[in-house]
């Protein structure tokens, strides 16, 4: 099991889904005709739950590298391999080109979007082809805030500013014809790190989903002061969530199959677990309530 990470790094985070701190947004533009040969992408920000107030990170741009010389933005023609280094494609042909996205630039709270809430990131509309890579361009103005304190998070030392994820057609979820939209959850359990007291890094890790393809488990547990801290992990995948005040929880992302749920609980309560949980793709799992005792 995974919980481990939570404490291996000495404070690291856990959940799902980014608030815009600055500015909000929606995605009203999603309905707006489409000029002939173009396609929309909207990218949507979400993250994985930790032991601190707010973990505010600054976003200055977000852009993506389309390759128009492939037939469209699905899986049809997904013959491209590689991480973002050792792919079977030129990032400067004349078929690739970066295009920007619409976002509006600020410092984004990640742990005021958990438990599957989630915020349009970037919206944009461009000409059809194959979008290889994303990429998201970190600012300087990022901070912790911990036990009412807040805390300088600098990037890790060696660590880019700029943030390159490579996709592949499939990967997408193309909701309307020729509209695709990306779920991009901001792995805080891995991406905060604590070295010492009040010195934090960020070395950000992003993993992206779909609603349709992946599965989510929801529930909710009692009492608040248990201050409980859920974990759905089987042998190849976790996702941790932290219950709001009213002790609901949600994790989202997972691949399909079957989990087991582990309730860390504090202040003198008993953790408990509960298995042979089945998640299926764009469904959700509904647990019974935990009530949770000393």
């Given at each position: 099991?995974?919980?481990?990470?939570?404490?291996?790094?000495?404070?690291?985070?856990?959940?799902?889904?980014?608030?815009?701190?600055?500015?909000?947004?929606?995605?009203?533009?999603?309905?707006?005709?489409?000029?002939?040969?173009?396609?929309?992408?909207?990218?949507?920000?979400?993250?994985?739950?930790?032991?601190?107030?707010?973990?505010?990170?600054?976003?200055?741009?977000?852009?993506?590298?389309?390759?128009?010389?492939?037939?469209?933005?699905?899986?049809?023609?997904?013959?491209?391999?590689?991480?973002?280094?050792?792919?079977?494609?030129?990032?400067?042909?004349?078929?690739?080109?970066?295009?920007?996205?619409?976002?509006?630039?600020?410092?984004?709270?990640?742990?005021?979007?958990?438990?599957?809430?989630?915020?349009?990131?970037?919206?944009?509309?461009?000409?059809?082809?194959?979008?290889?890579?994303?990429?998201?361009?970190?600012?300087?103005?990022?901070?912790?805030?911990?036990?009412?304190?807040?805390?300088?998070?600098?990037?890790?030392?060696?660590?880019?500013?700029?943030?390159?994820?490579?996709?592949?057609?499939?990967?997408?979820?193309?909701?309307?014809?020729?509209?695709?939209?990306?779920?991009?959850?901001?792995?805080?359990?891995?991406?905060?790190?604590?070295?010492?007291?009040?010195?934090?890094?960020?070395?950000?890790?992003?993993?992206?989903?779909?609603?349709?393809?992946?599965?989510?488990?929801?529930?909710t547990i009692v009492p608040k002061d248990a201050w409980?801290?859920?974990?759905?992990?089987?042998?190849?995948?976790?996702?941790?969530?932290?219950?709001?005040?009213?002790?609901?929880?949600?994790?989202?992302?997972?691949?399909?199959?079957?989990?087991?749920?582990?309730?860390?609980?504090?202040?003198?309560?008993?953790?408990?677990?509960?298995?042979?949980?089945?998640?299926?793709?764009?469904?959700?799992?509904?647990?019974?309530?935990?009530?949770?005792?000393?």
């Amino acid at each position: 099991m995974k919980l481990s990470k939570l404490y291996g790094f000495g404070a690291v985070i856990l959940l799902t889904t980014l608030v815009f701190y600055a500015c909000s947004k929606n995605d009203s533009s999603e309905q707006q005709p489409l000029p002939p040969g173009s396609q929309q992408v909207s990218l949507y920000l979400t993250d994985d739950p930790g032991f601190f107030n707010n973990v505010m990170v600054d976003i200055k741009s977000v852009k993506v590298l389309i390759d128009t010389c492939s037939k469209n933005n699905r899986g049809d023609d997904d013959d491209d391999q590689g991480n973002g280094h050792g792919h079977d494609w030129d990032e400067k042909n004349s078929c690739t080109n970066w295009q920007s996205l619409d976002i509006k630039p600020g410092v984004y709270d990640l742990l005021s979007l958990r438990n599957g809430t989630d915020t349009l990131l970037a919206n944009g509309i461009m000409p059809k082809g194959k979008i290889r890579l994303i990429k998201v361009e970190l600012g300087e103005n990022n901070s912790l805030v911990k036990d009412s304190t807040k805390y300088p998070l600098k990037l890790w030392p060696g660590a880019s500013s700029t943030i390159i994820i490579t996709v592949k057609g499939g990967d997408w979820d193309e909701f309307q014809p020729d509209r695709f939209r990306l779920w991009l959850d901001f792995d805080v359990a891995r991406s905060v790190i604590r070295v010492r007291d009040g010195v934090f890094y960020l070395k950000p890790v992003i993993h992206l989903f779909t609603v349709k393809a992946t599965g989510s488990v929801a529930g909710t547990i009692v009492p608040k002061d248990a201050w409980p801290v859920i974990s759905v992990y089987n042998a190849t995948d976790t996702a941790y969530a932290i219950p709001w005040h009213n002790g609901e929880w949600r994790a989202r992302g997972l691949k399909q199959g079957t989990y087991s749920v582990f309730v860390n609980a504090s202040n003198g309560y008993q953790d408990t677990t509960i298995h042979n949980i089945e998640v299926k793709a764009g469904k959700e799992t509904d647990l019974p309530k935990i009530t949770l005792h000393k």
